[in-house]
C-alpha cells in the first residue's frame, strides 16, 4: 500500500526510544516490514512525480536514504535515523533542483532546491539575479509561493559576494548561498490515504522556482545554452 501506516510512526517511536543494535537486531523483521511500507509510499509518489517532471530517481526504493547514521565525526554514536528520508533527481543537465522528503512523527516536511551549489552555478546565479531580479522576486512574492512554502531559506553570507556591489537593490538575494524551500506537513495528513499526492502538489508548486534557477545556471547572460 501506498499510504503510511500507524505502524510505521510506531517502530519509527520505539527506535527513537531503542536507538542500539540489539533491539534494532531483534526488531529487524519489524524494519523490513515498514521500510517496504515507505518503499511502497515513494514509488507511488514517483509516479505521481513522472507524469510532470522527468526525473532520473529510478525507483522508490532508490530514493531513501540509508536508516543507519554515519557516527564517525558525530558526537552522538546512535547508529540509527529515527526518521526516513528521500530524495529524487531530475533528468539531464537542463533540469537542476533536487526533490527531498523527511516522514518523521510530528516533523515530516518536504523540501527543495539547491542546498550546495558549486562555485560556478553560485556564481552565474548570482550574475543572473544582479542583472535582472524581477524574475525571482516574482516568484518568491507568488500567493502560491508564499501560501506553500513561505519565504526562501538557505545559508547567507553576513558581508557582500566578492566581485558584487554591496549597495546592490538585489543584495538581500546576493547574499544567498544555498536556495532552499520547504514545507511541513501534520501527522494525519501523513496517515492520510492521498498523502504522496499532497506531496506531489507541493513538489509541483517548486517548478516555477526551479524552472528559472535552472535557467540561470544552464544558459549565459545572453540565454544561450552553456551545458
Same mark, same amino acid.
Given at each position: 500500500?501506498? #499510504? /503510511?501506516?500507524?505502524?510505521? $510512526? @510506531?517502530?519509527?517511536?520505539q527506535?527513537?526510544?531503542?536507538?542500539d543494535?540489539?533491539? $534494532?537486531? #531483534?526488531?529487524?523483521?519489524e524494519?523490513l516490514?515498514?521500510?517496504?511500507?515507505?518503499?511502497?509510499?515513494a514509488?507511488?509518489?514517483?509516479?505521481?512525480?513522472?507524469?510532470h517532471?522527468? /526525473?532520473?530517481t529510478p525507483t522508490g526504493?532508490?530514493?531513501?536514504?540509508?536508516?543507519?547514521?554515519?557516527?564517525? $565525526?558525530s +558526537?552522538?554514536?546512535?547508529?540509527? =535515523? #529515527?526518521?526516513?528520508?528521500?530524495g529524487?533527481?531530475?533528468?539531464?543537465?537542463?533540469?537542476?533542483g533536487?526533490y527531498y522528503?523527511?516522514?518523521?512523527q510530528?516533523?515530516?516536511?518536504v523540501g527543495g532546491?539547491f542546498w *550546495?551549489? @558549486?562555485?560556478? %552555478?553560485l556564481?552565474r546565479i548570482?550574475?543572473? /539575479?544582479?542583472?535582472? %531580479?524581477?524574475?525571482?522576486?516574482k516568484i518568491? #512574492?507568488?500567493k *502560491?509561493? +508564499?501560501d506553500t512554502f513561505g519565504?526562501l531559506?538557505?545559508?547567507?553570507l553576513?558581508?557582500?559576494? =566578492?566581485?558584487?556591489?554591496?549597495?546592490?537593490?538585489?543584495? %538581500?538575494?546576493?547574499?544567498?548561498?544555498?536556495?532552499i524551500?520547504?514545507?511541513k506537513?501534520?501527522?494525519?495528513e501523513?496517515?492520510?490515504?492521498?498523502?504522496?499526492? =499532497?506531496?506531489?502538489?507541493?513538489f509541483? +508548486?517548486?517548478?516555477?522556482?526551479f524552472?528559472?534557477?535552472?535557467?540561470s545556471?544552464?544558459?549565459?547572460?545572453?540565454g544561450?545554452?552553456i551545458?
Amino acid at each position: 500500500m501506498s #499510504t /503510511i501506516s500507524k505502524a510505521n $510512526f @510506531n517502530f519509527l517511536k520505539q527506535l527513537k526510544k531503542n536507538n542500539d543494535r540489539d533491539w $534494532f537486531n #531483534t526488531h529487524k523483521d519489524e524494519y523490513l516490514i515498514q521500510h517496504q511500507n515507505t518503499i511502497d509510499f515513494a514509488d507511488a509518489l514517483l509516479l505521481e512525480m513522472n507524469k510532470h517532471d522527468n /526525473i532520473e530517481t529510478p525507483t522508490g526504493k532508490k530514493s531513501l536514504f540509508r536508516i543507519y547514521r554515519d557516527v564517525r $565525526f558525530s +558526537k552522538d554514536k546512535s547508529p540509527y =535515523k #529515527t526518521h526516513w528520508a528521500g530524495g529524487f533527481k531530475r533528468s539531464t543537465k537542463q533540469l537542476r533542483g533536487g526533490y527531498y522528503f523527511h516522514i518523521e512523527q510530528g516533523n515530516t516536511m518536504v523540501g527543495g532546491g539547491f542546498w *550546495s551549489p @558549486n562555485k560556478d %552555478d553560485l556564481q552565474r546565479i548570482r550574475e543572473d /539575479i544582479a542583472s535582472d %531580479d524581477t524574475g525571482l522576486r516574482k516568484i518568491l #512574492t507568488s500567493k *502560491s509561493f +508564499k501560501d506553500t512554502f513561505g519565504t526562501l531559506d538557505g545559508e547567507q553570507l553576513k558581508t557582500c559576494p =566578492k566581485g558584487f556591489n554591496k549597495e546592490h537593490p538585489a543584495i %538581500d538575494l546576493l547574499r544567498y548561498k544555498q536556495f532552499i524551500i520547504s514545507k511541513k506537513f501534520t501527522d494525519k495528513e501523513v496517515l492520510s490515504p492521498d498523502f504522496h499526492k =499532497k506531496i506531489n502538489d507541493t513538489f509541483k +508548486k517548486m517548478r516555477p522556482f526551479f524552472d528559472y534557477m535552472s535557467e540561470s545556471v544552464t544558459t549565459d547572460l545572453n540565454g544561450e545554452s552553456i551545458v
